[in-house]
């Protein structure tokens, strides 16, 4: 019954959706490949499936891949990676190339799930935190392929509406075989959401992990300061606070990395009389440019290496109400951390953070330039935050581990039943 009356809504709501596709550049961009979308490679044999929505489940899941790959079982596999955001897979072609096909996810129609998926049978289909699409879970159990969500999560602002959709749910969730959840508390959402307990295990949160090589051990000198993930409202109290901060640390530099690329312009607008700015794709492109007052990040994929450049983040979304964005960023470049008091979409993370003295969370402007100046100023202050910020993610390095080593299970099972 909910199959029928799913299908039957998505059908009506489809012209509706293509006439908004028309008036918006992020959906029009790649709508035609999401309802035709181009078939996986049908010469290839099993492989593995991972939807990754937008750019924060890329990461993730470009961390999975890249786990896989130093693994002796997984190490060959074939992977193929759907996305919903064009800008994400144009990234994720870029940095992965040849290595993994990467593709627009087809729209959750079953003509152009079929038409994406052929003749073809993956091993499993990966999908990253809580991207729910009940026709493309449906059809890949409906040809014995494994569906397994990773990293899972429900988050507060989605728990109230998942519970009246609770009878729907209840349904899609016998079609998942597993789900792996961040913590706890997240396992136990969707147990309540109809998620039978034996396919629920709680595996920790994947944001921790990241592969990424920092280049020595010794402090960053200098007074660099990062502003990651701004959002609109935001932008007057940044620019407020690099406008004092510069009067009282004449040396000072900027990044100022926007949440959105549309706000570039408004940025520009904005900034503190007498200050120079530059644009970070021109910085790129030619490295002997003289530094601006201000760097303003207009690439996307360089966040993580601007914090690494810099010598405290604030991670942005945080001090108006946007939910937050990902905080530990920061620390994975021994950056300390600052963030504000909205943290919804990260309040486990952010919990963990104050408690551990990892960061420093502030209510406003002031404090939060009160708070960048105290961790440029003070080395023994800064020292600590880095070292505490080392000790939440060296905590966490074991969810990597146990998350490949049930996806890999739950494959060899898989083919194991299917061969007997």
């Known amino acids: 019954m909910w199959k029928i009356a799913y299908n039957a809504g998505i059908l009506v709501a489809l012209p509706f959706f293509a006439v908004l596709s028309l008036f918006k550049k992020k959906l029009r961009t790649n709508f035609l490949e999401r309802l035709r979308p181009m078939p996986s490679d049908q010469a290839a044999r099993g492989g593995i499936w991972v939807h990754a929505a937008s750019i924060g489940e890329a990461v993730i899941a470009e961390n999975i ?13 074939s992977i193929v990676i759907t996305t919903n955001t064009h800008y994400t897979r144009d990234l994720l072609r ?11 996810a087809p ?3 079953p003509l152009s799930i079929k038409r994406f998926l052929g003749k073809r049978r993956f091993d499993a289909l990966l999908v990253i935190e809580t991207e729910l699409w009940p026709n493309t879970i449906w059809m890949a159990r409906d040809r014995n392929i494994p569906v397994i969500i990773v990293n899972g999560r429900i988050s507060d602002s989605t728990i109230g509406r998942y519970r009246r959709l609770s009878s729907l749910l209840r349904t899609l969730f016998a079609s998942v075989d597993l789900i792996l959840a961040q913590s706890d508390e997240h396992a136990e959402r969707f147990i309540s959401l109809g998620a039978d307990p034996a396919r629920v295990v709680v595996t920790g949160n994947l944001k921790y992990y990241r592969d990424v090589e920092y280049p020595s051990d010794s402090l960053k000198i200098g007074s660099v300061v990062a502003f990651g993930s701004v959002r609109e409202k935001e932008l007057p109290i940044v620019m407020s606070v690099i406008g004092r901060l510069k009067q009282e640390l004449p040396d000072s530099r900027f990044f100022v990395a926007p ?14 009389p007498g200050l120079t700015s530059c644009r970070y794709s021109r910085l790129k492109q030619s490295a002997s440019d003289a530094p601006a007052d201000i760097v303003i990040v207009d690439t996307i994929g360089d966040l993580v290496q601007v914090y690494a450049e810099s010598t405290v983040a604030f991670v942005g979304g945080s001090l108006a109400p946007y939910g937050g964005q990902n905080l530990l960023e920061p620390l994975f470049v021994k950056t300390p951390v600052i963030f504000g008091p909205y943290t919804e979409n990260f309040r486990t993370i952010a919990e963990e953070i104050v408690a551990r003295k990892a960061g420093l969370r502030v209510r406003d402007g002031d404090e939060l330039f009160s708070a960048i100046n105290l961790v440029l100023s003070d080395l023994e202050k800064r020292t600590d935050l880095i070292d505490a910020g ?3 993610l060296d ?5 990597m581990k146990k998350t490949a080593n049930l996806i890999l299970e739950t494959i060899w099972k898989n083919s194991a039943s299917s061969c007997s």
Do not use: H, M, N
């Open 259 to 272: 949440r959105e690329l549309r706000l570039i312009d408004a940025l520009d607008d904005q900034i503190p």
């Open 65 to 77: 891949i890249g786990y896989f790959r130093q693994t002796e079982v997984a190490s060959a596999a």
């Open 107 to 109: 729209l959750d129609l």
């Open 395 to 399: 905590i966490q390095k074991g969810a």
């Open 390 to 392: 080392q000790a939440i």
């Open 94 to 104: 870029k940095k992965l190339r040849d290595s993994v096909e990467v593709f627009s």
